[in-house]
């Protein structure tokens, strides 16, 4: 999707759904035994307790589908996903003479550790610039400051960026320079020294918090830690976890399930922690875990093995739908074989295989395509892809939307052709596989469009008539349909 990590614009929600799906598979001999979890029992405390844990606060911004990038007029965005495209808050900044807005990213941080040894506190946080702001130059300008309990507020940090710039940024402070009432803002301002632009808007689309925080929690059910770097064993003693029943603790990195002493009166929680390397360790509650019943697992394509999409035809005409057109979709293949190797393929089994059981994501159609070109005898001649699709920006959080989605597309603005682009060493606006679409609904869409298909093709026929000017002069006769959004974008459009 994006070409690097540094160009995600928010790597913490996904652009298609928010749900996925987890494959389970297992093996009767030992094959994978370096994976799996082994118990630790509780036993002696551990002399040395641990001072802190390190601690994060996440903040996402979802409000607006920011279109980032443009083709520089400021008003057509460009279609590959570069950073800034995607979803964030809404622009803060300001326009003219209109007072300047502000957004608070985070307020307050529960329980900080600021004693010996405490790392410095991290910030973390993307900013795309919200308009053009100026064509020329650094037209953007976005600071950071901290407000503490005494009402103070001071910069920590000033970012000046160009038009539709995308940046990851990154500030540490020290932990005993910040209080657990600490609030952080971003905002612009109309008068300062380092832009000079009639209109300076920016979004953020995440803040992050990470900090040293001191073995006590607040009721929470669940949490996911990193211990830190320790030559020496030490004992986690924490106050104030979940009073729901807690067993063990998972260190996810030395694949251990540890023993715990959890009193569920007051939430007291105690176990060991081996020496080692800083470590992620997840704790959970009887109440934050879901259990797994053999109604919500199934098996994947029929028996429990993926359906085969290797097909390894040559020159392929190839049909991507959903499972509610296979039938019609299935009469539009019968007639493509006259005259081509087609085979159809179930947009269901590319999320399973190709896009992590992600529903509606591009990536299913775009990772099968290049297995294709890249492993079946030829490369597929066609792309056929039957059923509806809807732009990213419209669907996310809109479920009436989402389930119209038959077959997705990509990109925003969307296009097909982005499913393949690049592919087979093309250009990266080049397609690797010529790509069409009939945006059905239903399986009657479908016959619909075949019989106009039919149709059309028999008049191409030699059985039509001889190909004279005469006979095919009905061709050229066409209606062209152009429309801008203002009068000189009209008049261009007429030539």
Not at 227 to 247: E, M
Not at 258 to 282: M, Y
Not at 390 to 398: L, S
């Amino acid at each position: 999707m994006y070409p690097n990590a540094s160009e995600h614009t928010n790597p913490y929600y996904s652009l298609y759904n928010d749900t996925i799906f987890y494959f389970l598979t297992w093996h009767t001999d030992a094959t994978q035994s370096a994976f799996r979890f082994s118990n630790t029992p509780y036993g002696t405390p551990a002399s040395t307790p641990l001072s802190y844990f390190i601690d994060e606060k996440l903040t996402t911004y979802t409000q607006d589908y920011s279109a980032g990038k443009t083709d520089g007029s400021g008003q057509v965005p460009i279609v590959q996903y570069v950073g800034g495209k995607g979803w964030t808050s809404n622009r803060f900044g300001f326009n003219g003479t209109n007072a300047p807005s502000a957004i608070t990213v985070a307020s307050g941080i529960n329980n900080l550790y600021t004693g010996n040894g405490a790392p410095d506190v991290k910030l973390d946080f993307a900013l795309n610039s919200g308009n053009i702001g100026s064509f020329l130059g650094n037209a953007h300008h976005v600071k950071l400051t901290q407000k503490n309990t005494t009402g103070a507020e001071f910069v920590l940090d000033n970012f000046v960026n160009p038009s539709y710039y995308f940046s990851q940024e990154s500030v540490s402070i020290a932990a005993n320079s910040i209080s657990n009432n600490v609030s952080f803002y971003l905002k612009s301002e109309a008068t300062d020294t380092f832009v000079s632009s009639f209109s300076d808007f920016s979004r953020v689309s995440y803040f992050k918090i990470t900090y040293p925080k001191s073995p006590v929690f607040t009721g929470e059910s669940f949490a996911k830690i990193r211990v830190p770097q320790s030559p020496i064993n030490l004992f986690f003693n924490a106050n104030s976890f979940s009073t729901s029943i807690v067993d063990y603790v998972y260190d996810l990195e030395l694949h251990k399930r540890i023993e715990v002493q959890h009193n569920t009166a007051n939430g007291n929680l105690k176990f060991n922690v081996n020496a080692g390397n800083e470590r992620t360790f997840v704790i959970a509650s009887s109440s934050a875990k879901k259990a797994v019943t053999s109604q919500s697992i199934r098996a994947v394509g029929t028996n429990g093995v993926f359906n085969n999409v290797d097909l390894q035809i040559e020159n392929a005409y190839l049909f991507i739908t959903h499972p509610s057109l296979l039938s019609a979709v299935q009469s539009y293949k019968t007639y493509r074989d006259q005259t081509y190797n087609s085979a159809i393929i179930n947009i269901e089994d590319l999320y399973d295989q190709f896009a992590f059981g992600i529903k509606r994501h591009p990536l299913a159609i775009r990772n099968f395509a290049e297995m294709a070109i890249n492993e079946w005898p030829s490369k597929p001649k066609f792309l056929f892809l039957v059923g509806k699709s809807i732009a990213e920006a419209e669907f996310r959080g809109n479920s009436t939307n989402a389930n119209d989605v038959l077959v997705p597309t990509m990109g925003f603005p969307p296009s097909d052709n982005s499913l393949t682009a690049g592919l087979d060493q093309a250009k990266a606006h080049t397609v690797g596989i010529p790509t069409g679409r009939i945006a059905a609904k239903t399986g009657a869409d479908v016959a619909i469009y075949l019989q106009k298909i039919k149709a059309q093709e028999n008049t191409q026929a030699p059985i039509a008539g001889a190909y004279t000017i005469d006979n095919k002069l009905w061709q050229k006769r066409i209606l062209q349909f152009a429309g801008g959004d203002n009068v000189s974008e009209n008049d261009t459009f007429k030539g």
